[in-house]
């Protein structure tokens, strides 16, 4: 079967490297020259990492572990302190935040050069044919398409003539930068919280600290010329990892990430031609399972294109069932955006060993790969 990718990110690379291994001809499309390896970093739960490994994909000598994800008041003060290792100990698969860069390094590397096709933009999907137009009228065609392009994909604009994002009036502005804070070398998440919102900050490695701020913004609203300039005028008196964070880095180093969110239908494509990570559910970043849930997609899709070819449309809509219900789970909580909302009384009805095993059981509910 040949199997063509569109997109090079976490869910093409993914879906490629199971492919390959379930024995099918497999061609990745990125419309960028190169690996786009921009972004701040990504957390992957012991999902991500799971499936990793038996993607053959090591991680060795890149993030840091995560072991402790703490909750605490814009003035440092203690909230909660949810011990997510009694998870990945459940699991027997570890968490790791890293660069999103170092992610796409390593899972390009495991694939070999002639699969990525750099520079290929796809314009349309006849579905039909399972065909793909890209850019200067190329046209290629293969057994299935694997639509991989991210929130604004063109293959799902092909399957559903339309683009069903919608904004969560929340936004992250974001990088990742070596800082030398206690956090940078721990193997501790610590959130902050407050009436302007959240910054978490989480070590990924290589002395770098992730950074980010949620905020609510009026989605038709325009950036502000600054933006650390007014991300200082917000959190600047916040407690010291926090204020060291907006003092060490200057407005180049400062990313911007809107929060969209998707319905999840139970079924997201039609004949030959499915979807992969955001393209199927983008959601928010507020759980941290964009990479791992695009992980769980690549993974399930292998799965079941790899016990038979003779119906691949019937194999795709089996993929897609059995993967909506627990994406459909992780985009709801997501796009709640509980995370970022400024509740400190609620961690009085929330004993931290309670909520470390509630974090097993959520890890769970959000994983078709974790048993
Ligand atoms: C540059 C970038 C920065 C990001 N930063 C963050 C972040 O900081 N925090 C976070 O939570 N998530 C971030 N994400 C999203 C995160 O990577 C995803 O949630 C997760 O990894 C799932 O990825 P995906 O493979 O489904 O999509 P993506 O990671 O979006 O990858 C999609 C790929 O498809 C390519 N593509 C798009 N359209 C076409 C087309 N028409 N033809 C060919 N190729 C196409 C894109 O160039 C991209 O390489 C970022 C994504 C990108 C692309």
Known sequence: MRALIVGAGVGGLGAALGLRAAGHETVVYEQAPDLREGGAAVTLWSNGTGILAELGVSLEGVGARIEVLEQR?????????????????????????????????????????????????CLAVEVGEAAITFEGDERETGDVVIGADGRGSAVRQALWDHD??????????????????????????????????????????EGLLQWWFDQRMDPAASRPSSPLAMLREHFGGWAGPVKDVLDAVSDQDVGFFPHVRHPVPRVWGKGPVTLVGDAAHSFPPTRAQGANQALEDAWALSAVLGVGQGDVAGALRTYERRRSPKAGFVARSAGREDTNKYRPWMTRFMPDGLVSRFYVHWLGRASDYLR
């Open 73 to 121: 008041d814009h003035d440092g003060r203690l909230l909660l302190s949810v011990d997510v290792g009694r998870a990945a100990a459940h699991y027997g698969h570890p968490h790791v935040c890293l660069p999103r860069r170092r992610l796409l390094e390593r899972l390009a590397q495991s694939v070999p050069q002639e699969v990525l096709r750099y520079g290929r933009r």
């Open 164 to 205: 069903p994002a919608e904004a969560t009036g929340w936004v992250t502005w974001q990088g990742v930068t070596a800082i030398p804070t206690d956090i940078t070398g721990s193997a501790r998440g610590v959130m902050f919280v407050g009436p302007a919102g959240l910054c978490g900050l989480m070590p990924a490695g």
